[in-house]
Antibody
Framework: EVQLVESGGGLIQPGGSLRLSCAAS????????MSWVRQAPGKGLEWVSV???????YYADSVKGRFTISRDNSKNTLYLQMNSLRAEDTAVYYC????????????WGQGTLVTVSS | AIWMTQSPSLLSASTGDRVTISCRMS??????LAWYQQKPGKAPELLIY???TLQSGVPSRFSGSGSGTDFTLTISCLQSEDFATYYC?????????FGQGTKVEIK
């Protein structure tokens, strides 16, 4: 069964750092493209970042220069390193798999909540 | 960036109704459009990609159409489990963007 499980969320002060993890099972992370999508409380969905199988990465302007997407092929795990966190980064963060020339975000993980507050 | 206008934002309907949700792009995206369903407290689920390809396991009452700048999600016969929020998403160019969402509620 294809499954994604996020972890690493929590309460963090403005300016702090946090690393989210997304453990994959049932498929190989490095053979697909993988994304992070976030959803602020009561709001819509916002794409954050993507990493392609070849290693290319892209970011939303709102996080560029502060967030870094990466993966560990040996652990079949995706990461999101978040630095210089702001209150507006407060959201549930989801990871999702994409298939080239196929579905872009499927499946999704259950999400992990990041709260940036003093 | 590509701007998306999803409408309506709220749709009141009854079980058995045929409903349509629209998504309009600020520029052409070929068929690089997906539709998702999200229920409260849950992760979104993919319904349709490439504008009209039904994801495996999704009921056939869901369908998608359109290309270029105008797209539509249709639910042919609304079921109780379909009351949820729906989002369109373009993956034609970065930054990938989502529509504002359409909440389908019970009339």
């Amino acid at each position: 069964e294809v499954q994604l499980v996020e972890s690493g969320g929590g309460l963090i002060q403005p300016g702090g750092s946090l690393r989210l993890s997304c453990a994959a099972s049932g498929f190989t992370v490095s053979s697909n493209y993988m994304s992070w999508v976030r959803q602020a409380p009561g709001k819509g969905l916002e794409w954050v970042s993507v990493i392609y199988s070849g290693g290319s990465t892209y970011y939303a302007d709102s996080v560029k220069g502060r967030f870094t997407i990466s993966r560990d092929n040996s652990k079949n795990t995706l990461y999101l390193q978040m630095n210089s966190l702001r209150a507006e980064d407060t959201a549930v963060y989801y990871c999702a798999r994409g298939v080239l020339y196929g579905p872009p975000f499927d499946p999704w993980g259950q999400g992990t909540l990041v709260t940036v507050s003093s | 960036a590509i701007w998306m206008t999803q409408s309506p934002s709220l749709l009141s309907a009854s079980t058995g109704d045929r409903v349509t949700i629209s998504c309009r792009m600020s520029q052409g995206i070929s068929s690089y459009l997906a539709w998702y369903q999200q229920k409260p407290g849950k992760a979104p689920e993919l319904l349709i990609y490439a504008a009209s390809t039904l994801q495996s396991g999704v009921p056939s009452r869901f369908s998608g159409s359109g290309s270029g700048t105008d797209f539509t999600l249709t639910i042919s016969c609304l079921q109780s489990e379909d009351f949820a929020t729906y989002y369109c998403q373009q993956y034609y160019s970065f930054p990938w963007t989502f529509g504002q969402g359409t909440k389908v509620e019970i009339k």
